[in-house]
């Protein structure tokens, strides 16, 4: 399908069509800060900030997801969830949060099928929406990715000043516009350069860089480095960074019941908590900070790039951002460099 | 202003102390207008000590989080004293810890800062969205002075003044075993912003107002781990059996959570605003902390961590305690 255009006065129309017949998630402002929620029309949509706060894997990994449901006794019975096979979009991702499901896919639909997950991303088109400005701990780039990248988006929209060029690039992104096409006009070559020009100046601006050039060995040999205790001296254990990374998907399971009924439910665990790994016998095989904070960075640059070719972080800056004790992780990966050069 | 060299040369002085372990304070951060605690093993790490406005840190939280392994066999605890750097707030909470018996005063050796209010981290940054780096941040005469490239700009202090800094009730230090510099005026005190909506409006409306923020929660727990005064060894949050809060996510469970977490610091919060500043939903948190801190003073006449000779609030009882509010 040809690259096309949006006139921006026809982006309440599209939003208003589109939410006819799917669930529409969009980024919203709410006390002052961004995050994805179901909208219905344009009036909710805020396009001003780059990344909501929290990423949108929440749309398709949920915080909280019943697994079953159980009722006690001789007689008890076990109910299984009916998986979700609604249709659902997500509008406006920006293209490393839409990276982070390439990160996720391998977890939740590699050797253990999660039928939560997968039905959710088999139903869900993600609608890209290309940076203008990066923001200051912005690092996609050090990914080979870029912030124009149409790699893992269904569509891409990029923001031309009074219109929206529309790269259409899966089945799925053309069967969603087959169902709006008079919207949309054709695009030019001009359009074209016009988001080519966008995009370099974007990269341009990104400032931070991360060095992955043989993390991967220089890891190896650091296991028992001092580095890690004096990262995790700051480290005050709270879970930001985990629950504000795209590609975090360790979770907890657990039964929550009452009397009469009860069901096991899966919500989002963080490895920062000591009862993370806190054995019944009582023993905690990481039981201090220093191996924790360890352990998100192995996992993340080590254990996820040896397991499934691809390191488990997309360059989003959100654990810098909001960080309360600036454990920067472009930062300690380069100290990991200095170090190694030594 | 804090005069940064003295500063320096008291942190070196503690740090060469043979009865001293590490000196907390804090350095420049990575990038914008982070601030990192710093850690201080020896004179040379000293020099990189700063104080600025940005250095809202509570630092108190640091003495108890430290990573301790079971002992080797005839290794001895290194028992040598934390020396930490404290505004009046991070005092304050050292005082209420030391009161409770979860520190010792003669393990630490404190350094006073007098302050006279610190910048909130959240408007700052929606100030200056992109700026990657500051030069030199100063207060001068109800004014932030920031110098950015080369640039200088002035802001009105109340734009990017913390908000628990209004009510503030020790600007200095209220332990120490050294000041750096002159002690502050304190100001006029203000009422912490939004108390109207859980003392005027009716029940219906509160619980629409917190029934919002609680709905928002990711139950990551930050406000507990950020806060220095959250220090039992095991939560209640976290406890299986019985479990009191659900884990799953949802407004029930986080209501919970979050009225849970405000009633156990009862008479204990110091109004340092460290759970808000690092909670990464927004939740106006304060606002509950400073409703209870008003009840307590009310009641009471008690403000937690001011006297570590003191005992602490719920530690105390006397025949003739009001008990209008038990119903």
Same mark, same amino acid.
């Given at each position: 399908?040809?690259?096309?255009?949006?006139?921006?006065?026809?982006?309440?129309?599209?939003?208003?069509?589109?939410?006819?017949?799917?669930?529409?998630?969009?980024?919203?402002?709410?006390?002052?800060? *961004?995050?994805?929620?179901?909208?219905?029309?344009?009036?909710?949509?805020?396009?001003?900030?780059?990344?909501?706060?929290?990423?949108?894997?929440?749309?398709?990994?949920?915080?909280?997801?019943?697994?079953?449901?159980?009722?006690?006794?001789?007689?008890?019975?076990?109910?299984?969830?009916?998986?979700?096979?609604?249709?659902?979009?997500?509008?406006?991702?920006?293209?490393?949060?839409?990276?982070?499901?390439?990160?996720?896919?391998?977890?939740?639909?590699?050797?253990?099928?999660?039928?939560?997950?997968?039905?959710?991303?088999?139903?869900?088109?993600?609608?890209?929406?290309?940076?203008?400005?990066?923001?200051?701990?912005?690092?996609?780039?050090?990914?080979?990715?870029?912030?124009?990248?149409?790699?893992?988006?269904?569509?891409?929209?990029?923001?031309?000043?009074?219109?929206?060029?529309?790269?259409?690039?899966?089945?799925?992104?053309?069967?969603?516009?087959?169902?709006?096409?008079?919207?949309?006009?054709?695009?030019?070559?001009?359009?074209?350069?016009?988001?080519?020009?966008?995009?370099?100046?974007?990269?341009? *601006?990104?400032?931070?860089?991360?060095?992955?050039?043989?993390?991967?060995?220089?890891?190896?040999?650091?296991?028992?480095?001092?580095?890690?205790?004096?990262?995790?001296?700051?480290?005050?254990?709270?879970?930001?960074?985990?629950?504000?990374?795209?590609?975090?998907?360790?979770?907890?399971?657990?039964?929550?019941? *009452?009397?009469?009924?009860?069901?096991?439910?899966?919500?989002?665990?963080?490895?920062?908590?000591?009862?993370?790994?806190?054995?019944?016998?009582?023993?905690?095989?990481?039981?201090?900070?220093?191996?924790?904070?360890?352990?998100?960075?192995?996992?993340?640059?080590?254990?996820?790039?040896?397991?499934?070719?691809?390191?488990?972080?997309?360059?989003?800056?959100?654990?810098?951002?909001?960080?309360?004790?600036?454990?920067?992780?472009?930062?300690?990966?380069?100290?990991?460099?200095?170090? *190694?050069?030594? | 202003?804090?005069?940064?060299?003295?500063?320096?040369?008291?942190?070196?002085?503690?740090?060469?102390?043979?009865?001293?372990?590490?000196?907390?304070?804090?350095?420049?951060?990575?990038?914008?207008?982070?601030? @990192?605690?710093?850690?201080?093993?020896?004179?040379?790490?000293?020099?990189?000590?700063?104080?600025?406005?940005?250095?809202?840190?509570?630092?108190?939280?640091?003495?108890?989080?430290?990573?301790?392994?079971?002992?080797?066999?005839?290794?001895?605890?290194?028992?040598?004293?934390?020396?930490?750097?404290?505004?009046?707030?991070?005092?304050?909470?050292?005082?209420?810890?030391?009161?409770?018996?979860?520190?010792?005063?003669?393990?630490?050796?404190?350094?006073?800062?007098?302050?006279?209010?610190?910048?909130?981290?959240?408007?700052?940054?929606?100030?200056?969205?992109?700026?990657?780096?500051?030069?030199?941040?100063?207060?001068?005469?109800?004014?932030?002075?920031?110098?950015?490239?080369?640039?200088?700009?002035?802001?009105?202090?109340?734009?990017?003044?913390?908000?628990?800094?209004? @009510?503030?009730?020790?600007?200095?230090?209220?332990?120490?075993?050294?000041?750096?510099?002159?002690?502050?005026?304190?100001?006029?005190?203000?009422?912490?912003?939004?108390?109207?909506?859980?003392?005027?409006?009716?029940?219906?409306?509160?619980?629409?107002?917190?029934?919002?923020?609680?709905?928002?929660?990711?139950?990551?727990?930050?406000?507990?781990?950020?806060?220095?005064?959250?220090?039992?060894?095991?939560?209640?949050?976290?406890?299986?059996?019985?479990?009191?809060?659900?884990? @799953?996510?949802?407004? @029930?469970?986080?209501?919970?959570?979050?009225?849970?977490?405000?009633?156990?610091?009862?008479?204990?919060?110091?109004?340092?605003?460290?759970?808000?500043?690092?909670?990464?939903?927004?939740?106006?948190?304060?606002?509950?902390?400073?409703?209870?801190?008003?009840?307590?003073?009310?009641?009471?006449?008690?403000?937690?961590?001011?006297?570590?000779?003191?005992?602490?609030?719920?530690?105390?009882?006397?025949?003739?305690?009001?008990?209008?509010?038990?119903?």
């Amino acid at each position: 399908m040809e690259n096309l255009i949006l006139q921006k006065d026809k982006l309440p129309e599209l939003i208003e069509k589109l939410s006819s017949n799917h669930v529409l998630y969009g980024p919203t402002e709410e006390n002052g800060f *961004s995050l994805f929620k179901q909208i219905s029309n344009f009036d909710e949509l805020n396009l001003k900030y780059l990344l909501t706060r929290v990423p949108p894997k929440s749309l398709i990994f949920k915080q909280t997801e019943t697994l079953f449901k159980f009722t006690p006794g001789r007689k008890g019975t076990v109910t299984s969830t009916e998986i979700n096979e609604e249709k659902s979009l997500i509008f406006a991702i920006r293209p490393c949060d839409a990276r982070s499901f390439k990160i996720l896919d391998p977890v939740f639909e590699g050797n253990f099928e999660d039928p939560f997950y997968i039905s959710k991303r088999k139903n869900t088109v993600l609608i890209g929406l290309t940076c203008n400005s990066p923001e200051r701990n912005c690092f996609c780039t050090s990914f080979d990715d870029s912030p124009g990248s149409t790699e893992n988006v269904d569509i891409l929209f990029t923001d031309l000043d009074d219109r929206f060029y529309v790269e259409v690039v899966t089945e799925k992104g053309k069967n969603l516009i087959k169902s709006v096409e008079d919207i949309f006009e054709k695009s030019t070559k001009n359009d074209e350069d016009s988001k080519r020009n966008i995009v370099t100046k974007s990269v341009e *601006s990104i400032t931070r860089k991360m060095d992955l050039d043989g993390l991967v060995p220089k890891l190896d040999k650091m296991f028992d480095h001092e580095l890690w205790h004096n990262t995790a001296q700051k480290c005050i254990g709270c879970g930001i960074c985990t629950y504000l990374c795209p590609t975090c998907h360790c979770f907890d399971m657990q039964d929550e019941s *009452s009397l009469r009924e009860g069901a096991r439910i899966r919500v989002w665990d963080s490895c920062m908590y000591p009862e993370y790994t806190q054995h019944a016998s009582g023993h905690n095989p990481r039981a201090i900070r220093m191996s924790r904070v360890r352990n998100r960075v192995y996992h993340k640059f080590s254990y996820f790039p040896k397991n499934e070719d691809i390191t488990a972080c997309t360059g989003c800056g959100r654990c810098i951002d909001y960080c309360p004790v600036n454990i920067d992780i472009i930062d300690v990966i380069e100290e990991v460099g200095v170090i *190694s050069n030594e | 202003m804090v005069d940064q060299q003295l500063l320096i040369d008291e942190v070196k002085k503690v740090v060469s102390r043979d009865d001293v372990k590490y000196v907390i304070g804090y350095k420049k951060g990575t990038t914008g207008f982070t601030i @990192s605690p710093a850690f201080a093993y020896s004179t040379e790490y000293a020099d990189k000590f700063i104080f600025n406005p940005l250095c809202k840190k509570n630092l108190a939280a640091y003495p108890l989080l430290e990573d301790k392994l079971p002992l080797k066999r005839e290794e001895k605890e290194d028992k040598r004293k934390i020396g930490i750097v404290a505004k009046g707030c991070d005092t304050r909470a050292l005082v209420q810890i030391i009161q409770e018996k979860g520190l010792n005063r003669e393990d630490l050796v404190i350094i006073g800062i007098p302050c006279s209010g610190v910048i909130d981290y959240k408007k700052i940054t929606a100030m200056f969205p992109n700026e990657t780096a500051y030069s030199t941040i100063e207060e001068e005469q109800g004014f932030y002075k920031i110098t950015i490239n080369g640039k200088v700009h002035e802001i009105a202090k109340e734009e990017l003044l913390a908000d628990h800094c209004t @009510s503030c009730i020790a600007p200095n230090p209220v332990i120490y075993d050294v000041l750096i510099g002159e002690e502050v005026e304190p100001w006029d005190l203000e009422e912490h912003k939004n108390l109207d909506v859980l003392e005027e409006k009716d029940v219906g409306e509160r619980w629409e107002y917190w029934k919002e923020h609680f709905d928002r929660c990711i139950r990551c727990y930050a406000c507990r781990e950020a806060c220095p005064l959250c220090y039992c060894k095991e939560c209640m949050a976290d406890l299986l059996n019985p479990q009191w809060i659900r884990r @799953s996510v949802n407004l @029930s469970e986080n209501t919970a959570w979050n009225i849970m977490r405000a009633y156990h610091l009862a008479g204990r919060c110091v109004g340092c605003g460290e759970c808000e500043s690092v909670c990464p939903v927004n939740i106006p948190l304060m606002e509950l902390n400073k409703e209870i801190e008003k009840d307590v003073k009310n009641i009471f006449e008690y403000s937690a961590g001011m006297d570590s000779e003191e005992k602490p609030l719920f530690g105390t009882f006397r025949p003739d305690d009001p008990e209008e509010f038990i119903m």
